[in-house]
C-alpha cells in the first residue's frame, strides 16, 4: 500500500511541471497584450451585468406567468412552439421495448433532478396546472364525453394528472368548465298524480267477516307446529 502511494506521488510530480508551464505562459501573454483605446467612447465601460440581467428578465417572465398562467397560452412564444395542437401531440416516453408500459411514470422530478424525456407538463416549466387555466384544461377532456383523457394516451405523469383531475373539479364547481350530463329517455315512465306511487292513499275496502285484509294472506298455509307453540306462549292471554 505504502509502495502505491509513493509510485502515485512520483507520477504526480512529474505531471506538475508540464502542466503549470502552458498556464504560466498564457498569463505571461496576457500581460504583453497592449490596452486598445477608443477615443469616441472614453467614459464607455463593458457591461458586467448581462448575464445577471438576462437570467432576472427570465424569472420575471416565469412570475408573470406563474401569476397568471392562461397567459401563455395565448401568447407568441406558445404558439410558435405549439400552434394549435394541444401540449400533449406528438408525445412519446422513451421505454425499453416495444411495448409500451401500462401505466406512465409516478413523477418526472425528483427533487433537483429531472428525467431523460419528462411528460408534456413538466417538460415547460410555464405550462402551468391552474383551475383558472380553462384553455390547458380543455385539451386534456374529450370534446364528445366531456371525460378526461387517460393519461396512457396523453403521457402525462401520475403526479400531474391528479393535479389535473382537481383542477378540472374546481373548475367544474366554480363554472368555468361544463359538465357533461348523460341523456336519459324517460318517455316509457308515468309521473303523474295517478301513479299509485304518488297518487293518493285510496279509501281502505268494507270487510265482511271471514274475509282477510290483503288477499294473498288467505293463500298462506301457516306451520301448525308453530302455531302450537305460539297459543302455548299466550295461553294466558287466550281465554
Known sequence: MAASRQGIAKVLCRLLPSISHPVRQYQSCLHRLPARTFPGLSGFQPPRHTLYQAVSLQGAAKARYTDRPWDYL?????????GTN?????????HKGGIPPQKTRK?????DKICGNPCPIC???NVIVHHQNVKLLEQFISPHTGMVYDPTQTGVCMKQQKKL??????AQ?????????????????????SHDAVGSTPPPPSLTSGNTWYKWYSELT?????????KKTYKAYLN
Request: charged letters at 25%.
Open 222 to 230: 301457516p306451520d301448525q307446529n308453530e302455531v302450537a307453540k305460539v
Open 86 to 94: 394541444p401540449v400533449w401531440a406528438g408525445y412519446r416516453r422513451n
Open 173 to 193: 364547481d366554480h363554472g368555468l368548465l361544463p359538465i357533461q350530463i348523460p341523456y336519459v329517455d324517460f318517455s316509457g315512465e308515468d309521473y303523474s298524480n
Open 165 to 170: 383531475n382537481k383542477a378540472i373539479n374546481t
Open 74 to 82: 395565448e401568447s407568441a412564444e406558445y404558439i410558435e412552439k405549439y
Open 123 to 125: 417538460r415547460d416549466p
Open 107 to 111: 413523477t418526472c422530478i425528483r427533487g
